[in-house]
Structure formats: C-alpha cells, structure tokens
C-alpha cells in the first residue's frame, strides 16, 4: 500500500513546524553565557571557530575570545607547497595573522601551530611571540623543513608556560633560560647545537616533572645532561631512522633525579643511558630493539641499563629485550632486583627466549605479580619434562601471588607453562587467563580447557583460576 500523501497545506505547515523548531534550537545555544560559548569553541579547530562569526551579530566577535588557538595548514592545502601553491601560502599566512591581530588581549591557554612553510621563518616567530605575549600556559608547535630559527627568545624566559611540546628540525637556546611554571616538556624530532644548549634548556626548568624525548638528534654531540630534582617521569624513544656512521657509538645521556620515580626506554640502545642518583625509581619499561650488525655492543648496554634499573619495584620489558639478553652471561652479568614485585613482559614469548624469562627469574627472589601480555607465540615448543623445569625459581616457590596469562590460544605449551606454576608456585592466589580474540567464543574449547586445570593439584592451598 502506497503511502497518503499530505495536502499541500499540511506539508507546508509541517515544514514550517520543523523550521521554526530548527530556530528555538539555535536561539536555545545562542542565549547560553559568553563563558560557556568560550570553552564549546574551545574545542573546535581554530578555522572553523573563525566561520561562526558569520551565523549572527551574536557570534561575530565570540571567536576572538576563544582560550584556544589550534591552527594546521594541512586543512588548507595537501603536502605539495610553496612553490606550487604560493596563493594558499599566503592565504594561509593571511588567515594565522588576522586571528592574532582581532584577537582580544586576554591570556591564551592553548597554542597550537603545525606548519610545513619554509618560506617566512621571522613571520612565524612573530606568531609564536605574540601567544607567549598573551600568556600562553600550552605550547604545540611542529614546524617542519625550517632552517633558519623560529623559536623567539621571549619563549625562553615564559612565566606562564605549563606544557611544551616541540617538533622541529633545531633549536638554538640562548645562555640564560628560566621557565619558572614549566611541569611538561616533550621534545619530537629536536636537534641541538651542541650539548650545553641541551643542558641549559632541562636545568631552565625548575619545576619539571614530566619530560619525553622522541627521536631527538644527539647527532655529533658528546655528553648530554639532564639534572632535574623535581622530575618525576621520563620518557625516551630512540629508535630513530638515522644510520649512526661505523665509528661513531653515540652519546652519553646523564640523568640525575633524585625524585624520578617512573622512567621508559624504547630504542636500540645508541647512545649510553646513565641513570645516577635515582633512588626514588619505582617503575621502569623497557623495549631495546637488536639490530644485528651491532648485536655486541647493544647487548652490553642493554646489561649496563638493567643494572642501574635494579630497585625497581614494577618492570615491564619486551620479548626482544628478553633476545638481547641470550647473548650474555646472565649468572655473571645480571644483578639480582631485591624490590621487584610486578614483572610483565609486553611482547610474546618466543621459542628461544623462553630460556631467558625463566633465568630472568631467578633474579627476582621477592616477586609477587607475574604477567605476559601477548602469551607465547604460536609455535612456541614447551614440554613437561624440558630441563628448564630441574631448577625452580625461587619466588615461584616462595612469594608469587598473581600470575596473569593474556592471549591465551590453549596451545600445549601454553598449558603445560600454567600446570607447572600451579604445581610449584605454593603461595598461589589467583590465576588470570584471558582468552585470545580468535578463540573467544568457542564454548567446547573452552569447557575442555577448564575441566583440564580442575585436573591439576596444586602446590597452593587456595587460588583461583579465572578465565575471561
């Protein structure tokens, strides 16, 4: 049955209804205070706030008073600039300058500029120095293919920056820095001069607690020193592209912090990691990737920062952080981690360092939480009568409680791995198992498997095996 068409009237007034109810909505958003219509643009890209100025006389100036300004010029034009799109590199330009000349003179609380134009370096320093003029407490800037320096001075002795976040090829630091209020700085991509610039832009922040350095250029320099006693998290990632010549073995970066408690190392290990006066370190992540041409000498380094990583209490490491390890003399070279608690290994174990997570244990006389966040790899090879099982480690007999097993597939290996910890792990209390995606859902498998652990007598005299 077709369905009955409205009269005309009926559609007209029907339409007429849903405008005027469209209407009450808007007037509805309009009619809110000028603060709350500050922090919904807040949220907003810069260019699209600008365009509410034209809705009514309601929103022409709201814009100018927005506490954010976000602006990426990848929404105005693609990759290919400069010289093929001169006209929307100076729309561009334009477009940056008239928001900072109609803006109103209240403080800013979020600066965010990615650029990709090379062409105009003192415009965009201009930028930069009028957000910190405005008291900027957030600073965003990725500037990419710039040669010449854009970072003002006036950046440098900032009163009221909070967080910093840097993406640039190079900065050059003056003699004096000071940011008084600086807690967040991360750095992506930076280079320094030389290794006092370095220094001096870490100890111009006295109040820093979080710092992360992602694939920074320690190109050519010799000694970098990061001396921080608020610091309280750290964070490298150097694991760059750049191919180190054959004579040149890196640098040496120094951390001295006395309130550190929290440090992440993802890399391969080519500069040495020198971790002094860290007494307060509580947790620690490793992930040290092995290229092969430099096996020897990652090895070592690898052992040096475990070593200095030895009163942890939590420490989570990879599987191939564990393979680094295979090429060393565990007995002889690794220390024994007295504080360690929570070890959980973020990668899945593979057939040839399994060898290694079980020596690795054996250093861990008081640990109580054990994880493996990917399980075994698939063709993972573990026996109930291997040789690996003749020597118990200690803590498993002694002081494990909590043993969590993620991306459980119910392979043989993966079972005989948790009988064996029932068997010998005497202080036992609870046994986590969750289910790998692929396997979620089948029921027999499941049931097959839970009724195989009902099997197993433990040497704990109550725990409990939960599956998810």
Same mark, same amino acid.
């Given at each position: 049955?077709? %369905?009955?068409?409205? %009269?005309?009237?009926?559609?007209? +007034?029907?339409?007429?209804?849903? $405008?005027?109810?469209?209407?009450?909505?808007?007037?509805? $958003? #309009?009619?809110? %205070?000028?603060?709350?219509?500050?922090? $919904?643009? #807040?949220?907003? %890209?810069? *260019?699209?706030?600008?365009?509410? #100025?034209?809705?009514?006389?309601?929103? *022409?100036?709201?814009?100018?008073?927005?506490?954010? $300004?976000?602006?990426d010029d990848a929404v105005l034009y693609p990759r290919e600039?400069?010289? *093929?799109?001169?006209?929307?590199?100076? #729309?561009?330009?334009?477009?940056?300058?008239?928001?900072l000349r109609m803006r109103d003179a209240s403080n800013l609380e979020k600066f965010s500029l990615r650029c990709r134009i090379s062409s105009d370096a003192s415009q965009i320093k201009l930028w930069i120095s009028d957000a910190i003029s405005h008291n900027v407490r957030e600073l965003d800037l990725c500037i990419v293919d710039m040669i010449l320096p854009v970072i003002p001075r006036s950046m440098f002795h900032s009163m009221s920056l909070t967080i910093l976040k840097l993406e640039i090829e190079w900065i050059e630091v003056p003699s004096d820095v000071s940011f008084s209020?600086? *807690?967040?700085?991360?750095?992506?991509?930076? +280079?320094?001069?030389?290794? +006092?610039?370095?220094?001096r832009l870490f100890s111009g922040c006295p109040v820093l607690e979080k710092l992360v350095l992602a694939y920074c250029q320690w190109i050519h320099l010799d000694n970098i020193l990061i001396s921080s006693p608020t610091l309280k998290s750290l964070t490298i990632f150097d694991d760059s592209d750049f191919e180190p010549e054959d004579d040149d073995i890196g640098c040496k970066i120094k951390i001295i912090a006395a309130n550190l408690t929290s440090f992440e190392y993802i890399g391969h290990l080519s500069n040495e990691i020198l971790l002094s006066d860290i007494p307060s370190l509580v947790r620690a992540y490793i992930h040290i990737s092995l290229p092969e041409e430099r096996q020897n000498e990652v090895t070592c380094r690898a052992v040096d920062l475990l070593k200095q990583l030895r009163n942890v209490m939590a420490l989570g490491l990879s599987n191939v952080t564990m393979e680094s390890l295979i090429f060393t003399d565990m007995p002889l070279h690794l220390p024994v981690f007295p504080n360690l608690i929570n070890l959980t290994l973020t990668k899945e174990i593979e057939n040839y360092t399994f060898g290694a997570v079980m020596n690795l244990l054996y250093f861990c006389p008081n640990l109580q939480f054990f994880g493996l966040s990917e399980g075994f790899e698939h063709s993972m090879d573990l026996g109930e009568e291997d040789r690996i099982w003749l020597l118990v480690p200690i803590c498993m007999s002694n002081c494990l409680k909590i043993v969590t097993f993620k991306n459980f597939h119910a392979t043989d290996s993966e079972i005989c791995f948790l009988k064996r910890v029932l068997k010998y792990a005497t202080v036992l209390e609870r046994m986590n198992i969750c289910w790998s995606k692929t396997q979620v859902g089948d029921r027999k498998k499941e049931t097959d498997v839970i009724k195989e652990f009902d099997k197993i007598e433990s040497s704990s005299a109550a725990f409990v095996v939960r599956f998810t």
């Open positions: 049955m077709k %369905p009955k068409k409205l %009269p005309m009237s009926k559609y007209r +007034g029907h339409k007429q209804h849903e $405008i005027e109810h469209s209407c009450d909505m808007v007037d509805r $958003i #309009s009619n809110l %205070p000028d603060c709350i219509l500050h922090q $919904i643009l #807040s949220f907003m %890209p810069t *260019k699209e706030v600008v365009k509410t #100025s034209v809705l009514s006389t309601r929103w *022409k100036n709201l814009w100018a008073y927005v506490p954010n $300004i976000e602006i600039i400069d010289d *093929k799109h001169p006209s929307k590199v100076t #729309s561009f330009m334009n477009f940056v300058e008239r928001v209020c600086l *807690k967040n700085v991360h750095l992506d991509y930076v +280079g320094f001069l030389n290794d +006092g610039d370095a220094e």
